[in-house]
């Protein structure tokens, strides 16, 4: 047994700890050829277990394309080497995290993954360059801190995002923390979210015209609201839908304008099941909820929504979160003070970007601006101390690759800068220009193209070296790379935003950029820029000069970029990047052909297939692979003579075996024994489904029976049972295999 | 089995080697595969990150790192997995062999000096977390292999910092791999 199982067994969460374990055994399973390799591949990524660039086994080392010789054939996934590196995705409800959290990310970093902690632009963290089968202790040693990796990628609920300076900020209407932790917990492995045909990406804001929560540009947003009502204050949300990025933006539409505090949680389980049922499922271009809600009309949406709410059976956990919002307040671990005429080299410049001060008279918000969202190591342990020592023990992360320090006392700004600038932390610039967004791109990402990382660390360097000397109005604009189309990056939202694409010169690939102009990042991501041309890589810095200098020249008083852009056109906007266009002959300047960051020359021949969705498998394999990873154990147990154990698992499978079955009738079976068994007699028994051509209700019976039967069991009761399991499994698949084929026919 | 070992040689300066030649050599060392008994596959990028890993050679069975972790530079050697020896002794012996192979390949390929200390630490918080117990029994066992005749300090007090020891010079196993 792995160390970790043994020594954390009591401080996991019971339900989080059954589930890695079973994840732990279809990864033995799936060794072993006993799941298919796309429902092992759903499986894992609903883990947060993602795939990464170059796990097909092919790289091109600059000279010819590699054929990588992993120790094994195996595959984790279609086209997916298991022995090949891959990146866990770890989910940080609105972004927030605990000393003790950040330490133990920083451990696993150490000894599963390369030293570094990425933050992404959905609040998450994630490791690379992970083994497979190194994930189940990750997950334990993050299950005993409190988080869970599940559905952290996959077609399901991924992360929900909130401001990260909720609670503390100016303008907000209410603190939305309690509301997302809510929503969080409600759908966390919610039967009502396993049969997406894509992902969906909630996020909650405060308040209408700031941009840290963007609701408009994810599949359901919530915007903070107060409405008088029969004389009081109640607090509720406007809720948007079908927002989303992509290769094609889409603005979310407003589904309600209120919907009150008590029911947002039904509201949105009501969307999920009809997102569910009524996606698409095969065309996964066409999958996402934006999709649906532009086919049938957002009028047509609500109705559909409202009706399905209305039929929905009660849950008592709609309203049950209300009794403990107030466990979300905060209050400072200090006594406020001031300071007065700090003489600390760059302090004043620091305090000017990164420092916010709350609305609590006396405390500040503080950013850390990290480096394309990294951070080693040492810097998180030495962190997790500075946090410890001016906060109430909390911090967030942000969507644009930050880390915010909360509730310190201004009185201690001075001692902080100190302390974050002996570890690095202290870079001025943050949400200024310098604090450039970017997604994982060529370095790791399996879709990139160009290198998102490579360009937006060389413009950070530029303009940073400059940074004091550049003008107010391109200080304040925001950049944000993608390494391809699909827009991880951000860049539709930004003022000037960049994606990576390529071009060909005389038979070889040139890295290039697009260029996309004003979009909006305030209003909560209000509007998205339009591609107005590429460029190559190498002169993507060039473009951004002379567009930043163009416009701090042109604007007319305090005209914004988007304004400016709007009214320079696109023909004038054309004429700018013009001179920026042309790629020379590789033998006039070789540089053109080689990406940012990178040493080889460029290629496309890299480009995976992604996982951002996964393959689409239908919720019958996702569910039946756990009853044959729950099968396995109990042989597993048996072998070990742990007679409980493996009969308590065999029930089990068989249980988890009739829900596969019971989830397409009624998708409220959910896990009590009873309801299953009953759900399952109702459905499949009585009407003779389950019935075998020759054998008849006779594999239905070993679960009738186990479930009724209070004997104690024996090594060999056990044994039966175990084997009946595996019967009943085959049985259900046949059975789900009939009616898809009798689908199909009618 | 434990699950990582690191071993790291500080250069001689305290300074970074120049990033893109070792870039470059790490890439060259991919296309060749001449290293034995790995499957060099990528070369990760973390020069923006201070106190940390910031280049990067991955392998299958190891990270090969132009390491600033601790605010000093050196080359650092991180054995992951294919262990093919038992026991503490059996893994450093190995851990050491693989990672002289590296530095002399670095030193030859770079032209970079080394200290005369190196570094070891057990990264693998659950075999062997860095408690007092473990820092005696740990220090009792690395002595003989890398420190005869010279010193042994611990890395880290701290907990939360993987059980770790500098061995410095006047060590058998220190000299010998300088030497080579
Ligand atoms: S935008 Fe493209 S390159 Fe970047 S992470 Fe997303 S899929 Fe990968």
């Given at each position: 047994m792995s160390i970790w199982k043994d020594s954390l067994k009591n401080r996991i969460p019971k339900d989080w700890a059954e589930e890695i374990d079973l994840f732990e055994g279809q990864i033995k399973l799936r060794k072993q050829g006993g799941v298919d390799e796309k429902v092992f591949a759903e499986t894992r990524l609903r883990r947060g277990a993602y795939g990464q660039r170059y796990d097909n086994g092919q790289r091109y080392d600059g000279i010819k394309s590699q054929k990588?010789?992993?120790?094994?054939?195996?595959?984790?996934?279609?086209?997916?080497?298991?022995d090949a590196l891959g990146m866990q995705r770890i989910k940080l409800p609105f972004g927030s995290m605990t000393p003790k959290q950040l330490e133990v990310m920083a451990e696993l970093a150490e000894e599963y993954a390369d030293g570094i902690l990425h933050i992404t632009t959905r609040q998450d963290v994630q490791l690379h360059f992970?083994?497979?089968?190194?994930?189940p202790d990750l997950m334990r040693r993050l299950g005993a801190v409190g988080i869970t990796t599940r559905e952290?990628?996959?077609?399901s609920i991924r992360n929900v995002t909130a401001c990260p300076?909720?609670?503390?900020?100016?303008?907000?209407?209410?603190?939305v923390t309690p509301y997302a932790h809510a929503l969080f917990e409600f759908l966390l492995?919610?039967?009502?979210?396993?049969?997406?045909?894509r992902k969906v990406k909630p996020a909650f804001s405060?308040?209408?015209?700031?941009?840290?929560?963007?609701?408009?540009?994810?599949d359901i947003g919530y915007l903070a609201q107060v409405r008088e009502i029969d004389g009081g204050l109640k607090r509720g949300f406007r809720v948007y839908v079908g927002g989303g990025l992509g290769t094609i933006p889409h603005q979310a539409k407003v589904l309600t304008d209120f919907v009150g505090e008590d029911e947002f949680l039904a509201l949105t389980q009501a969307v999920c099941r009809i997102y569910a049922r009524l996606?698409?499922?095969?065309?996964r271009n066409r999958a996402r909820l934006k999709f649906l809600v532009a086919d049938v009309g957002i009028e047509e949406f609500t109705r559909l929504v409202n009706e399905e709410w209305q039929a929905l059976p009660y849950d008592p956990r709609w309203k049950a979160y209300l009794d403990s919002v107030d466990r979300f307040d905060e209050s400072p671990c200090h006594e406020t003070d001031t300071f007065e005429g700090v003489e600390v080299e760059g302090f004043a410049e620091w305090h000017e970007s990164n420092v916010y001060l709350q609305r609590q008279e006396g405390y500040a918000a503080v950013t850390l601006n990290l480096p394309l969202g990294d951070i080693s190591v040492n810097q998180s342990f030495t962190l997790a101390d500075i946090v410890r020592r001016f906060t109430p023990d909390t911090m967030r992360t942000t969507v644009e690759q930050n880390i915010v320090l909360r509730w310190v006392s201004v009185g201690d700004l001075p001692t902080l800068y100190q302390a974050l600038d002996d570890i690095g932390l202290?870079?001025?610039?943050?949400?200024?220009?310098?604090?450039i967004t970017s997604c994982p791109g060529t370095d790791t990402?399996?879709?990139?193209?160009?290198a998102s990382r490579g360009l937006a660390g060389e413009l950070r360097t530029q303009l940073a070296a400059r940074n004091g000397n550049l003008d107010q109005a391109i200080k304040d604009l925001r950049v944000k790379v993608s390494g391809?189309?699909?827009s991880c990056g951000h860049?539709?939202?930004?003022?000037i935003g960049f994606f990576g694409n390529s071009r060909r010169r005389e038979g070889r690939a040139v890295p290039h950029f697009q260029v996309v102009l004003?979009?909006?990042?305030?209003e909560n991501a209000g509007s998205y820029g339009l591609a107005v041309g590429a460029v190559p890589s190498k002169n993507a810095p060039k473009v951004l000069d002379a567009l930043t200098e163009r416009y701090a020249r042109e604007r007319?008083?305090?005209?914004n970029f988007q304004a400016w852009i709007a009214r320079l056109g696109k023909i004038e906007i054309k004429k700018t990047l013009e001179p920026y266009t042309h790629v020379p002959l590789f033998e006039q300047?070789?540089?053109?052909?080689i990406d940012w960051g990178d040493v080889r020359n460029f290629t496309m021949s890299d480009l995976g297939i992604g996982?951002?969705?996964?393959?689409?498998?239908s919720l019958f394999s996702l569910n039946i692979s756990q009853a044959e990873g729950l099968a396995f154990d109990a042989l597993v147990a048996l072998d070990e003579g742990n007679v409980k154990d493996a009969d308590e698992k065999a029930y089990r499978a068989m249980l988890q075996a009739a829900k596969s079955l019971v989830l397409s009738k009624s998708?409220?079976?959910?896990?009590?024994p009873d309801a299953i068994v009953s759900e399952f007699r109702k459905h499949f028994f009585d009407t003779e489904?389950?019935?075998?051509?020759?054998?008849?209700?006779k594999f239905a019976h070993y679960l009738f029976d186990r479930h009724k039967t209070t004997v104690k069991p024996t090594i060999d009761s056990c044994r039966h049972l175990v084997h009946e399991a595996n019967l009943f499994i085959e049985a259900a698949h046949t059975c789900d295999a009939r009616m898809a084929a009798e689908e199909e026919a009618v | 089995m434990l699950k990582r070992i690191k071993v790291k040689f500080p250069f001689a300066e305290d300074r970074a080697a120049q990033t893109t030649k070792v870039a470059t050599t790490f890439h060259r060392w991919i296309q060749n595969q001449?290293?034995?008994?790995h499957l060099l596959i990528d070369v990760a990028n973390y020069?923006?990150?201070?106190?940390s890993y910031n280049i990067i050679l991955v392998a299958h069975e190891a990270d090969i790192v132009l390491d600033s972790t601790d605010n000093h530079h050196g080359l650092a050697y991180v054995r992951k997995n294919?262990?093919?020896?038992?026991g503490v002794e059996g893994q450093i012996e190995e851990v050491m062999d693989y990672a002289k192979t590296f530095k002399t390949a670095f030193q030859n390929d770079l032209c970079m000096t080394f200290g005369d200390y190196l570094e070891l630490s057990f990264l693998d918080r659950g075999l062997a977390p860095n408690t007092p117990e473990n820092q005696r029994a740990y220090a009792d066992v690395l002595r003989p292999i890398l420190a005869k005749s010279g010193t042994l300090e611990l890395?880290?007090?701290?907990?939360?910092?993987?059980l770790g020891f500098r061995a410095t010079s006047h060590s058998r196993a220190v000299d010998r791999m300088n030497d080579e």
């Open positions: 990588l010789k992993f120790p094994t054939d195996l595959t984790k996934g279609p086209d997916t080497k298991w992970i083994h497979i089968e190194d994930t952290a990628c996959g077609n300076l909720a609670g503390v900020c100016h303008t907000e209407v209410f603190d492995g919610h039967d009502d979210v396993q049969g997406f045909g405060g308040c209408e015209h700031e941009a840290c929560g963007l609701v408009k540009m994810h996606g698409e499922k095969r065309n202290a870079t001025p610039g943050a949400a200024s220009i310098v604090d990402c399996k879709l990139g193209v160009s391809c189309f699909n860049h539709h939202v930004a003022d004003g979009g909006q990042w305030k007319r008083n305090d005209e300047d070789p540089s053109f052909f996982e951002c969705a996964g393959e689409v498998v998708l409220d079976v959910g896990n009590d489904l389950f019935f075998d051509k020759f054998a008849k209700g | 001449t290293f034995e008994g020069m923006h990150v201070p106190n294919t262990w093919t020896s038992d890395l880290h007090q701290d907990p939360r910092y993987a």
